[in-house]
């Protein structure tokens, strides 16, 4: 080989290895920008809705015209996020993308997936509508539905409740894996749904059945993020399972307690109470029975 020819080779690869190099280190440094930016907008979210969360129960309607507002603006900056940075938010794979796939665990990683993505949309698209708002101790609680659905400890009449917890706290612990090179998450909940009853009360507002058991949902997202990473901190999503109601139901009354427990020991209870028209959706058939029980999460 001639030397010039060389010597435009070796400029040539020395060109292009340095062109890899630095579009690799701008594709890392954008990442690192981009994560950097999605948790200050995280941040900047708890901060509103902390604001928000000092709204009097009573004030249901303005607690409603709030959290749309703060769900419009996050799901703008989320947009103004990816547009900025197209390709650095794309660096963490949500947690049913990540690793070897296991079989058996798969279709549930996948309906996680599923829930979770549909409940950021909620946000996202200015569906957030609760039909029920309560507050206590610094939490909101929204009942965000309460349709008719399959029992899924059997597949008889029952009720889906879908709840919406603001405030709810949380923690992360850190397990180290052999050698110490890698670590398992583990996202704790330091609070308790405590027992959950439900009234039912006819047409002249007297009592007429009761129902009462352990407060646990039956579905808890407890760490959204590890599916939808840009979902809005500091919101626990979940739904309890009810039987259908009687026939002579006109109003449904929910209690829940929520005890939550501080670093230091404390525990602190906030009460929810929701007063709700029952529809007839919810009722039984004419002419059914009704035997009142509550469903308890899986163990």
């Given at each position: 080989m ?8 070796t400029?040539?690869?020395?060109v292009?290895v340095v ?11 954008l990442?690192?920008e981009?994560?950097?930016?999605r ?22 309607s303005?607690?409603r ?10 799901a ?16 963490g794979?949500p947690?049913?993308?990540r ?5 058996d665990?798969e ?9 979770a ?20 101790r610094g ?19 029952a009720l ?5 917890l ?12 052999p ?12 609070y308790?749904?405590?027992e ?39 919101v626990?999503f979940?739904a ?16 829940l ?12 209870v906030?009460s ?5 028209p ?19 999460a899986?163990?």
């Open positions: 001639r030397p010039a020819l060389k010597v435009l080779v400029t040539v690869l020395a292009a062109a890899w190099l630095f579009g690799a280190w701008r594709r890392v440094s990442q690192a981009a994560r950097f930016a948790e200050r907008l995280k941040r900047e979210f708890l901060e509103r809705s902390a604001g928000a969360r000092g709204i009097a129960p009573e004030q249901a303005d607690w015209a709030e959290v749309r507002a703060l769900a419009h603006w996050y703008d900056e989320v947009q103004a996020l990816k547009n900025r940075y197209p390709e650095g938010l794309g660096a794979a947690e049913s993308a690793g070897a796939k296991d079989p665990k279709g549930t990683r996948a309906e996680w997936q599923h829930y993505a549909e409940r950021f949309k909620l946000f996202a698209e200015g569906r957030y509508e609760p039909v029920g708002c309560a507050a206590d939490m909101h609680l929204d009942l965000l539905s309460v349709e008719p659905a399959p029992n899924p400890a059997g597949g008889g009449r889906r409740v879908e709840f919406a603001w405030g709810a706290p949380r923690r992360t612990e850190r397990e180290m894996g050698g110490g090179r890698s670590a398992t998450v583990h996202v704790v909940l330091p308790a749904f405590k959950l009853r439900v009234s039912v009360l006819d047409a002249q507002g007297k009592t007429y059945a009761e129902m009462s058991g352990p407060g646990e949902p039956y579905q808890k997202l407890a760490d959204p993020e590890r599916f939808v990473e840009e979902f809005p901190p500091g626990l979940g309890f399972y009810l039987d259908a109601l009687p026939r002579e139901a006109t109003r449904m009354v929910l209690t307690p929520v005890e939550a427990h501080g670093l230091a020991g404390t525990t602190t906030a929810f109470r929701f007063d709700l029952v529809a007839d959706s919810w009722k039984l058939p004419p002419g059914e029975a009704f035997q009142a029980e509550t469903r308890e899986p163990r």
